[in-house]
């Protein structure tokens, strides 16, 4: 099991980083208007501090008590001119996430990965895509379930 002090400053930063970038990655595949933006981006902060609870690794909970300590999630840094590039540097970010986790703490890169997995889904349920006033519209639209498989594939 490890915690902050088993990874250096960088390796620390993308694996703290990387439940935000995997949300910002949905995010990016259908951007739901200012107010399901807001939703999702509440919903990656609930996902990291209802990890702090349960059976999750204690990577995770290391995450969480970060975010505690300092009163917000870590963002990965992104350029936010361009949306290829945008999203380039999320999957960087979490890839080096999960690279640093299987290297250090080979034991728990798996629940690491279905807890990024998680959360990304957390993030496409948390506003409905479509619709008018809320009413009508999809849970999770077919924008965010192909950006949910996309990222699927950067996790294995």
């Known amino acids: 099991m490890s915690t902050k002090n088993d990874y250096n400053a960088e390796e620390w930063k993308a694996i703290a980083s990387a439940p935000v970038a995997a949300g910002m990655f949905i995010t990016l595949a259908d951007a739901s208007g200012p107010v399901g933006i807001a939703k ?14 349960g059976q999750a690794p204690e990577i995770v909970k290391a995450i969480a008590t970060s975010m505690k300590d300092s009163g917000r999630p870590e963002t990965p840094d992104i350029p936010i001119s361009n949306r290829a590039k945008s999203k380039l540097a999320l999957t960087n970010t979490i890839k080096s996430a999960v690279d640093a986790v299987e290297r250090h703490s080979p034991t728990e890169v798996e629940p690491y990965k279905a807890w990024l997995a998680a959360v990304a889904r957390k993030v496409a349920e948390a506003s409905k895509e479509g619709g008018f006033l809320g009413m009508g519209g999809t849970l999770v639209s077919q924008k965010e379930e192909d950006a949910l498989e996309e990222l699927k594939a950067v996790l294995h």
Do not use: F, H, K, P
């Open 40 to 53: 999702e981006a509440m919903a990656v902060g609930r996902a990291i501090t209802d990890a702090a609870q």
